[in-house]
């Protein structure tokens, strides 16, 4: 198993925003092969991002997320948010899952 994680850093003002896109999200990574579920982690400092977080079978099934038609289709919807929302580039981070509790 592996994590996908995508470190979003939002400005203050656009918080609210942000968070209603995903409470509001498309849901198309939900049926994907390999994909076993997401969380959306809201910082407790400010200025800390925000963590978008996947958990998938393997890269193989992350890769055809991203080359998907609705990889493409649900990001179109992401595009609400203005550009200057984001205090700079999201850090995408990919982890093999060495150990966890639930299993």
Excluded: C
Aim: net charge negative; no cysteine.
């Amino acid at each position: 198993m592996i994590t996908v994680m995508n470190r979003i850093g939002v400005k203050p003002e656009f918080a609210a925003q942000f968070e209603e896109s995903f409470r509001n999200r498309a849901g198309l990574v939900d049926g994907m092969p390999g994909f076993i579920r997401n969380e959306v982690l809201k910082p407790t400092k400010p200025g800390d991002p925000y963590i978008v977080l996947t958990y998938w079978q393997d890269e193989p099934s992350f890769r055809a997320w991203t080359e998907s038609d609705e990889f493409k289709q649900g990001h179109a919807r992401s595009g609400s948010l203005p550009h200057d929302a984001f205090t700079g580039r999201p850090v995408l981070e990919v982890h093999d899952v060495l150990l966890s509790s639930d299993n």
